[in-house]
């Protein structure tokens, strides 16, 4: 697990720390990092600086220091040079470091421009020197232009092959495209208590995957329920219900309109009409492709009322923001995932805004549910205030019916009787390698994304375990 934390935290953690060590010491060791990642990817020996006016100009003058001091060629451009960190900037002059009015053929960009303080879109003139680089970028801390809390970003921005950052992670790290990130230690991690988010890494994953155990049977794996698709979506069902049958073993029951098509592509699925007579599960998956009609909002309180917890996605989405009575149904003890895409939030809660982790926790906090935000970095938070993100490392999953397996994914895994959250966390993150391992650089349908999820599973599941 990788934990994430906001800029207050960190300002709070630096204020303890920089009470008992020397002024100057955390910038000159978080300048140090920067100057050996430097060294490390740039291809050639003449480095630029774009240097801002606070502290993260002040990091990448004292980094061209130590650069100067390994022979490199540094120039810098300050974007505000009254304001320029007097220390950093006496270091960089002193050792030789040239400043200038634009950086020209240099090898690789120091981006000094905003860090812990950026807010909006970067400022028009240092918007103009980042749209005219044509070297790869390092960032320090976090690449200016990005919201270093929610990685929102409006307009121009900093492209960073790498960043550096110090101390700890932030949420942009998880959040938003930093390239390549790179952690320098600055003796934050004593005053840094529990993370505001967490990213799961593959072997957190492989570790909760459940597989079957020696006295394992079909019904002790715990059975999936799923009540998705109509006539009109029958394709809903097919790949929900694959997606289940493919992510644990055990069981999977089918629930509906589409049980003829669920059969045909499943033998293994126990299908009926019904709901009524689908018979038991430990967990439920419903909405995908189900309609909101009054047939599926009587599928909808049957599947809240059953007394085991309910990945409601899609139509079953729709349908308690149309009609909150819904929610009546619901035994209180009985934990619910909500995978609602931007256009869903929207219609449960209002518009997404710019910070999407407050957004999923202001739902789950609400609905007293576990919120799965679907996006390129999809957020999920937990009514108790823990929060997971999991961003994409392509887009192939952006597909229609991609939704579909993931709920099939969610509702195998708590019906093996996972944390909701956990189950969640680990249904995407599974879901986002099975798009990467199926596209393999070419656009996906859902169907091979599903497929996929074998070998998705095989990749996070630990080698030693048969
Ligand atoms: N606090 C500490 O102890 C440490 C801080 N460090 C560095 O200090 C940074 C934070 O420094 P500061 O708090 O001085 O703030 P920043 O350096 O992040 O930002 C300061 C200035 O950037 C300008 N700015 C803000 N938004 C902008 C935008 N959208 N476009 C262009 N310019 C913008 C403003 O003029 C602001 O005064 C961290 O990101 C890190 O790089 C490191 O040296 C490690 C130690
Ligand atoms: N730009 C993107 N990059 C990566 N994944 C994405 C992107 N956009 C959407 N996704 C993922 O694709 C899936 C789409 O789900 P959804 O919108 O419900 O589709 P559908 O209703 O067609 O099944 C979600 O898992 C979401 O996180
Ligand atoms: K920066």
């Not at 740039?42 to 002040?58: E, K, Q, T």
């Not at 929102?152 to 790498?162: D, L, N, S, T």
Request: overall charge negative; glycine content about 12%.
């Amino acid at each position: 697990m990788r934990g994430l934390w906001t800029t207050a935290r960190v300002r709070a953690a630096e204020d303890r720390v920089l009470a008992r060590v020397p002024a100057g010491s955390l910038m000159r060791r978080a300048a140090f990092g920067v100057a050996t990642v430097a060294l490390e990817v740039s291809a050639g020996r003449r480095i630029g600086l774009l240097v801002g006016a606070g502290n993260n100009g002040g990091d990448a003058l004292w980094a061209g220091y130590y650069l100067r001091r390994r022979g490199v060629a540094v120039s810098a451009v300050l974007l505000d040079p009254p304001r320029a960190h007097a220390e950093g900037l006496a270091a960089f002059r002193k050792a030789g470091g040239r400043v200038v009015d634009r950086l020209t053929d240099v090898d690789l960009v120091i981006d000094g421009i905003v860090g812990l303080s950026g807010r909006g879109p970067l400022r028009p003139d240092a918007a103009e020197h980042v749209a005219h680089l044509d070297a790869p970028v390092l960032a320090v801390d976090s690449p200016s232009g990005l919201d270093p809390d929610t990685g929102a970003v409006h307009g121009p921005a900093v492209h960073a092959a790498v960043t550096v950052t110090f101390g700890c992670l932030k949420p942009v790290h998880a959040l938003a495209d930093c390239g390549d990130v790179r952690l320098v230690d600055i003796g934050l991690t004593p005053e840094l208590a529990g993370p505001d988010l967490v990213e799961l890494e593959v072997s957190d994953v492989g570790a909760a995957w459940p597989v079957p155990g020696p006295t394992d049977d079909k019904y002790t794996q715990g059975v999936t329920g799923v009540a998705a698709g109509s006539a009109t979506y029958p394709g809903a069902a097919v790949l929900a219900t694959g997606a289940a049958l493919l992510a644990t073993s055990g069981m999977v029951r089918y629930a509906g309109a589409a049980a003829e098509d669920v059969r045909a592509r499943w033998p293994e699925a126990i299908c009926t009409g019904s709901i009524t007579d689908a018979g038991r599960v430990q967990a439920w998956v419903a909405g995908p492709g189900l309609g909101t009609g009054l047939g599926a909002e009587e599928v909808l309180r049957t599947v809240l009322d059953a007394g085991v917890p309910v990945c409601a996605d899609a139509d079953a989405i729709t349908m308690l923001a149309n009609n909150p009575d819904l929610w009546d149904a619901r035994d209180p003890d009985t934990p619910v995932v909500l995978t609602p895409h931007d256009r869903e939030y929207e219609r449960l809660v209002g518009e997404v805004g710019d910070d999407r982790v407050a957004a999923a926790k202001r739902a789950a906090d609400r609905f007293d549910a576990v919120v799965l935000l679907k996006g390129h970095a999809t957020v999920i938070a937990a009514p108790d205030g823990r929060v997971l993100v999991n961003r994409a490392r392509t887009s192939w999953a952006s597909t229609a019916g991609s939704g579909d397996v993931l709920s099939g994914l969610i509702g195998s895994l708590l019906a093996a009787g996972l944390d909701p959250l956990l189950a969640a966390g680990c249904a995407a993150k599974v879901h986002v390698l099975a798009a990467e391992l199926a596209a393999d650089g070419a656009p996906i349908p859902a169907s091979a994304l599903l497929n996929a999820i074998p070998d998705a599973i095989r990749a996070v599941r630990p080698l030693t375990v048969p």
